[in-house]
């Protein structure tokens, strides 16, 4: 099993920056590609951006091109999202998330949320206008 944690959400004005991290505990040797979805309310849940094991290739959602960041640091188990310019409509609950391991998942299907196997409580992000 792997637990995953978020923290680093909050509320911040238009324009403005966040960086979310996300630990990982539990069976972390394995090779995980990461994600981050969100969830507005009365949204379904949406794909932000996601990262490889190496960290070698990254993706991100159209909407949050140019302006949000994921990478990771395998040492200490930890993905992060640095959001910048950040606009209300970013306002949601944000999810980090895990898959299986070993490379399972092709990373052309790493946006896709059932990818993924593990995944965090949740980090609420207000933007105010």
């Known amino acids: 099993q792997v637990q995953l944690v978020e923290s680093g959400g909050g509320l911040v004005q238009a324009g403005g920056s966040l960086r979310l991290s996300c630990v990982a505990s539990?069976?972390?040797?394995?090779?995980?590609?990461m994600g981050w979805f969100r969830q507005a309310p009365g949204k379904e849940r949406e794909f932000v951006a996601a990262i490889t094991w190496s960290a070698g290739s990254t993706y991100y959602a159209d909407s949050v091109k140019g302006r949000f960041t994921i990478s990771r640091d395998n040492a200490k188990n930890t993905v992060f999202l640095q959001m910048n310019s950040l606009k209300p409509e970013d306002t949601a609950t944000y999810y980090c998330?895990?898959?299986?391991?070993?490379?399972?998942?092709?990373?052309?299907?790493?946006?896709?949320?059932?990818?993924?196997?593990?995944w965090g409580q949740g980090t609420q992000v207000t933007v105010s206008s």
């Open positions: 539990g069976r972390t040797f394995r090779p995980y590609a």
């Open positions: 998330a895990a898959d299986r391991g070993w490379g399972v998942i092709a990373n052309s299907n790493l946006h896709r949320s059932n990818s993924y196997y593990y």
